[in-house]
Every structure is written in structure tokens, then in C-alpha cells.
């Protein structure tokens, strides 16, 4: 208990600390934190602790803190909400040169981001870093960040890192510069993020293009998770037992902008209330694209949340 007070003192000091980077955002959102500490009597202690551990469920999903691996797959939850709030996004860059999933008969388990050697590249959500490692045939300088909010986030290619292991680190922060090291061609960034080891793709979270998360929170389910997983692997003819995550993560990066740039897939988070026709409207496609993309039937219900492909 005392551990965990001290933890968020520190973390306090630290917003506290790195106030003038951002300004007024961070002022307003410090303020509400600023009166609790004041009020620091057991009931408000009670409350600050509970609010903590809210705030980083990154605690109950990983057991360990570990420097070892760049990540290693453990237990997945039945289902997880990863908060998006407070994010910031890694880049500038609104250019993708490569999407998540089958590449060249290998799986791709990131976004490529267009960068050129030197941009600033920053820490998608506060958390601790945990690794900071230059690996020749794979990611080159890349670092590991572990958020408060569950999610590991991983920054490959870097020409500089600007952190160290162990380091905290606020949505925002520097951490390294963008490059073209380890099995690259091309300075890009090549951005993943991963829950309890296992690469989701940061598209169904991040849109680049428009600078923004797709919504406040990702809903993981495993169940759903391993479904396609498994429909990916037997797309690619690869057995779903067979496939370690270790050597399908090779950067085969391509510098320029895919070409097929437009047909890019595109997701829609299903709201309450909308149907396929409403969805097919505000996208500007039809029912009967989506339903094709999405292996649905003119019986298919629409679940709030449900992620659709929509191009
Ligand atoms: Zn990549």
C-alpha cells in the first residue's frame, strides 16, 4: 500500500515536473489530482488508491517487469477495455507505407509510418519504458514501452533513442528520433502495439491519417482475437499451433507509400443504434460490400463495438 502511494506521488511530481512541454492541456487535466493531494486523509487516501489502480490495469494483466524480451506472449484476459484517452500520437506523419497482417507470406505485425531520419517520435500513452535495444536484423534502435493502461507500445527503426530502460515516461515524450536502422529500407517508424504479448493491429486504435484514436477505449476479446487469428493463419497456410512470434517479425519495410494506398483497409466501430445501411451511408460504400468484407449474412445482427471493415 505504501509502495503504491509513493508510486503515485512520484508519478505526480513527475506530471508535476514536465508541466511546461505541454502547457495548458496538461494543467487542466493535473488540476483535479492537485486537490486530492491536498485532501490526503484516509478516506481520500482510500479513494486516490482505488483510482490508481484504475488508472493502470497494466498492473493485474502482467506479472512480472522484465527487460529480457522485447515481448513474449502470457496469459490473455477473456476480455480487456485498453483506454485510449490521453493519447498522443507518435508522429506527425499521416503516411502509412505498410499495414498490419499477411506481407509477402509473412506476418507484419505493425504500422509502417513514413518518417524521415531526425523526426521526433513520441510516447503514445504515460508508462515505463523497458526496453531500449538495437536489434541488427529486426527492429534496429527500437524501444518497448509498457502503459499504464495495458497496452505495450514498440517504436523500430530509430536512428536515436532517447530513453532509458526503467524510465517513466508521459503520452508526448520523446523517446527517440525516426531512421533506418535494422532491416529497413527506408526511414519509417514501425509502430506496434501488443496486450499481454500478442500484436493487435494499432490501426483498429490509432488512425494516423487523421491524427486521432478511432475511439476513447478498444474492446478486446480473446475469443474473437483467436477466431481470426486463426482464419489469418489458415489464409497463409500456416498451422495454428506451429507459429512462434519470434521470427515473423522481420522488417522487410518498403520506403514508399503502398501502392494500392487507396483500397487501404478501413474500419468502422459500430455505435448503438446504426445498422449496416446507416454504416454503408456514412462511409460511403454499400450493405453489400460491408456484408462481403465482413462475412456477414442479411440475418447478421450488429453487436455496439463490433469492429467493421468497411473498404
Ligand atoms: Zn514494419
Redesign the pocket.
Known sequence: MIKKIKIFTILAITTICALPMKGQDLLARQAPVDRKMKAVDSVALQRLIFTENFESPAEDLYEDWSNKYAHHETALPDSFRISLKDFCMPTTSRVLT?NFGARWGRQ?K???IKVYIGDTIRAAFSGKVRIVRYEARGYGKYVVIRHHNGLETIY?HMSKQLVTEDQEVRAGDPIGLGGNTGRSTGS?L?FETRLCGVALNPALMFDFRNQDVVDDYYMFHKDSYQRESAVANRLRGVNNSGLSSGDDDI?M?NAAPVANYAQESRFHKVKKGETLYSIARKRGTSVDAIMKLNHLKKTSRLQPGQILKYN
Do not use: K, T
Request: negative net charge; proline residues 0%; hydrophobic residues 20%.
Open positions: 505498410s507484419h505493425g504500422l509502417d523500430g519509417h514501425h522488417e519495410a
